[in-house]
């Protein structure tokens, strides 16, 4: 992975959040605040305004900027737990490198550890999770088979879309939508649903 790919990746995820705006901002309104899109929209162009900044640093530092930056620009929930992932990704890189897909699969599963412990959720609690959980296994598991990128690439988004859509029946049990009870069966998680338009949009550079 070279740091022009983060900066790809990093216009792609802009355009999918800005395409999505009705979508996301009407999911969080539904069994949330509606700041959603906001959130991601200002983390997103935070990102790509450092474009200039990025370019001379390596991958790992890249991640670990973002993630510095984005503690301090998403609000929300989602942003501390958005950029423990850019900063356990980029601590994971640095420990391990980056020149294969099992040593960017194990930096991804690092990254979501870190949501994990962060925001103290696991699967099935009706988060952003429940795309990003499945996604690391399976991830892992294909570079692992000796997979190649674009292989793994096509499978990852089938298993974010997926689990995008399996929060729909879920209750929520963290986060805002945790106080509606039943009442957010029938909704999709918007964190979910951004994490399934960012990776869809990586996925789709490899
Ligand atoms: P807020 O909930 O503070 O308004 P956002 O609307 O930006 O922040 O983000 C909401 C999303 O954050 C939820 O849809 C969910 O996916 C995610 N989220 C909330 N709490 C947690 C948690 N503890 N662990 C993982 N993800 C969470
Ligand atoms: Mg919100």
């Not at 099935?124 to 952003?128: A, D, L, V």
């Given at each position: 992975m070279k740091t022009d790919f983060i900066l790809d990746a990093a216009q792609a995820i802009q355009r999918t959040i800005l395409a999505n705006e009705h979508t996301l901002e009407s999911l969080d309104r539904e069994i949330?605040?509606?700041?959603h899109y906001i959130n991601m929209k200002r983390g997103a162009s935070t990102v790509v305004d450092m474009q200039t900044e990025l370019a001379t640093l390596s991958p790992e530092a890249a991640l670990h900027k973002i993630g510095l930056k984005l503690l301090s620009t998403i609000g929300g929930a989602s942003g501390p737990l958005l950029a423990s992932f850019f900063m356990s990704m980029s601590k994971s890189l640095k420990e391990h490198g980056y020149d294969s897909p099992t040593k960017i699969a194990a930096a991804f599963a690092a990254g979501v550890q870190a949501i994990i412990q962060r925001g103290r959720a696991n699967l099935?609690?009706?988060?952003?999770l429940d795309v990003l959980i499945p996604v690391a296994a399976q991830f892992e598991s294909l570079a692992a088979l000796g997979h190649d990128a674009k292989f793994i690439a096509n499978a990852l988004t089938k298993t974010a879309e997926a689990g995008m859509r399996s929060t729909k029946d879920l209750i929520a049990t963290k986060g805002r939508a945790a106080g509606l009870g039943e009442r957010a069966i029938g909704h999709i998680d918007p964190g979910a649903k951004s994490c399934q338009l960012m990776i869809e949009a990586v996925c789709q550079l490899v």
């Open positions: 949330g605040d509606g700041d099935g609690e009706k988060t952003m």
